[in-house]
């Protein structure tokens, strides 16, 4: 490396002259400072005194030895505030969001290298669309005539009926009304589909990924959530809601309640069952929803009256949601409209019918596993972060 450094390129083994450049965090003696960026310091032992005060933005050159910056020399000098609680330096270098955006890229890099060597295509779908997803749960925000994105599910689909098997993404999504330590109304989604395959693919998928990486950013196979390790050594458990609901919530028939009482079924599965995932030592897959709580999956030819959607709790996090994606046009648009009258009965904006997305279907989609995972989250839990927007740059709240 030639020209300025910063303070944390000088972590590695180094010697002679060189030049660094960075905010002075404290000047203890006159001719020495603490010199930093929002990952290192440095000592300076300088040939003069410096003129300046804590927070100034300098240049110095000197002979790096021994871990200290000698006989160095001002270059440049910038005054500037000493760093405060509210602002942009102290946020970063002293409330750890830095060294949490080092762990980001190195999750990126990582979940990038995971599907490469499997052949998955790395696309880009757009995120300003006519016609967001139906989700009965889940609300677009407006950008003028169109919409952001809540998924790129559609569009990845209309991919897989072009012909391109394995594909991937990482993209920013956006939901109205999204707020709490797992929430954020921008977040960041990893979406992935295998052609010729269903959900016990993407499970495994699912569970190499967050191994994966989990080794790669902590050194060893477990994270630290709500005061608790939680293994992620695969295999992870599958438990069927039908069956979490007998274990957790005394017996209660899932697939009865999601029928004729869907606010009991949900009130269930927050307040009994995902307390009770919360307690496992590893993940688990939640898996074969009630059918129409699984909009865009195939139904189960076990039961039809389940379909084949997963999701994944890790330390009781919902971490993503997959299915065997449901790939008949005529039966796709039938959920649709219902989603749509859902919306409607509950008095929350109805969006149009993708029409290219069901166009695409009546094409021909080939059978196919697919996932969404949330990557704010699952970096949340790798670094032992309290909520997903102390792993942001630019939470909301800081927006």
């Known amino acids: 490396m030639t020209g300025l450094l910063s303070p944390s390129d000088l972590a590695g083994p180094r010697r002679g002259t060189v030049s660094v450049g960075g905010r002075v965090l404290a000047h203890p003696a006159p001719s020495e400072l603490l010199l930093s960026d929002a990952l290192a310091s440095v000592r300076v032992l300088l040939t003069a005194p410096f003129e300046g005060s804590v927070g100034d933005l300098v240049e110095v050159s000197g002979r790096w030895r021994g871990g200290v910056l000698e006989n160095a020399r001002v270059n440049s000098h910038v005054p500037a505030p000493t760093p405060s609680g509210t602002g942009e330096f102290a946020r970063l270098a002293w409330s750890g969001v830095a060294a949490r955006l080092v762990q980001r890229a190195r999750l990126v890099q990582g979940v990038r290298a995971f599907f490469e060597t499997r052949g998955f295509l790395e696309v880009t779908t757009p995120v300003r669309v006519p016609t967001p997803g139906l989700d009965a749960n889940v609300n677009a925000l407006r950008s003028e005539r ?32 999204e707020a709490g330590t797992l929430h954020e109304p921008e977040f960041a989604m990893l979406e992935w ?56 919530a005394d017996g209660a028939d899932a697939l009865m309640l999601a029928e004729t009482d869907e606010a009991r079924y949900f009130e269930l599965l927050v307040e009994r069952v995902e307390p009770g995932l919360a307690r496992a030592k590893k993940p688990v897959f939640l ?48 959920r649709f409209e219902e989603e749509r009258r859902q919306r409607r009965d509950a008095r929350q904006p109805v969006y149009a019918l993708d029409e290219r997305f069901l166009a695409a279907l009546v094409e021909g989609m080939p059978r196919a596993g697919g996932n969404a995972l949330g990557l704010d989250r699952l970096l949340m839990l790798v670094c032992g972060a309290p909520s997903i927007a102390d792993v942001m740059a630019f939470p909301a709240a800081r927006s």
């Open 193 to 248: 589909y295998r052609a010729w395959s269903d959900y016990h693919a993407i499970m495994q998928d699912t569970e190499a990924l967050v191994h994966q990486v989990t080794l790669a950013l902590r050194g060893n196979a477990s994270v630290e959530h709500a005061g608790r390790s939680i293994d992620v050594t695969p295999p992870f458990r599958r438990l069927s809601v039908a069956a979490a609901f007998q274990k957790y």
């Open 146 to 177: 169109h919409f952001l994105i809540t998924s790129p599910e559609h569009h990845m689909k209309r991919l897989l009926s072009g012909g391109l098997p394995r594909i991937f993404q990482l993209t920013p999504c956006f939901r109205a009304d």
């Open 287 to 334: 898996v074969d929803y009630p059918r129409n709580q699984a909009a865009l999956a195939c139904a189960s030819p076990q039961n039809p009256r389940t379909a084949q959607r997963f999701e994944l709790y890790l330390g009781g996090v919902e971490l993503s949601n997959g299915f065997s994606e449901l790939t008949d046009a005529a039966e796709q648009r039938q």
